[in-house]
């Protein structure tokens, strides 16, 4: 059964969708069937993923939350193995529109469900906030990688997102687990950057996952160029990180 995994933090700038983009697409390089869905009203990784049109021809997460389209027909294939739901700006009405709906929050879980057999793997993109968008993500997954930028001062940010991933466990999810805290933007001449990493480590030794991201200009102009890194520039420090780690999580999970 696929494993659903929200990548979440409410600081914006600190790796999400780079790691969306790059962590599925790896995945799907390896055989696995991966879908990856972007519930961020900016739509960085839908148009990190090279989905430049934006028309209403285009179906995304908003119709899929409104019923004017299923999951299937919001779906778009990347590359092997890799299928998109995106977002248009259009889901910033979404917000304010389920405000009031009961059960607001299972939204997404309910429509996700049903395609836990189609998929090895189901990530999540989220918003950089605490909205209710966030929280319909973290309800609908199972559990979440926790992208922390080497380079701000991350360690109190870090604790109260955790803090909100339990409430959200006692109150909405109690199958919500922590997958890993991911290092990224590391810079190994930087002390800022080292320091930074060995503290986050200190402090969630097992929960931090072995694989670091560096500092890597690939990644950015591979998002820049709506192509995942591992196919634009399969050499780069950036792309082989991320490759690595694709596959701690498959040896987590299937080996
Ligand atoms: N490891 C990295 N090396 C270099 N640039 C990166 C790296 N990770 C992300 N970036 C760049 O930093 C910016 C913010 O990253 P992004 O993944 O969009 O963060 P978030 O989704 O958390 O807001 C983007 O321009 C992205 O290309
Ligand atoms: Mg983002």
Known sequence: MGKIIAIASQKGGVGK???????????????????VIDSDPQASL????????????????????????????????VINNLYLVPAKIDLFMAELEFFDTEERERM??????????????IFIDCPPSFSILTLCCLVASDS???????????????????????????????NLELEGILLTMFSRHLTLSRT????????????????????????????????PAII????????????????EILCKYEY
């Open 17 to 35: 969708t780079t790691t969306a983009i790059n962590l599925s697409s790896c995945l799907a390089l390896e055989g696995k069937r991966v879908l």
């Open 46 to 77: 839908t148009f990190g993923l090279g989905m430049r049109k934006n028309g209403s021809s285009i179906k995304g997460l908003y119709e899929v939350f409104i019923k004017k389209a299923s999951l299937k027909e919001a779906m778009y294939n």
């Open 108 to 121: 997404l879980k309910v429509v996700l469900d049903d395609y836990r057999e189609e998929f090895d793997y």
């Open 144 to 174: 979440v990688i926790i992208p922390v930028q080497c380079e701000q001062l991350a360690l109190e940010a870090l604790r109260i997102f955790i803090k909100l991933l339990w409430r959200i466990k006692a109150n909405f999810n109690e």
């Open 196 to 227: 930074i990493a060995e503290d986050v480590k200190k402090v969630f030794r097992s929960k931090t996952f072995n694989t670091v991201i560096p500092r890597n200009i690939a990644l950015s102009e591979a998002t820049m160029n709506g192509k």
């Open 232 to 247: 634009y520039a399969p050499q780069a420090t950036g792309s082989i990180a991320y490759m690595e780690l694709a596959r």
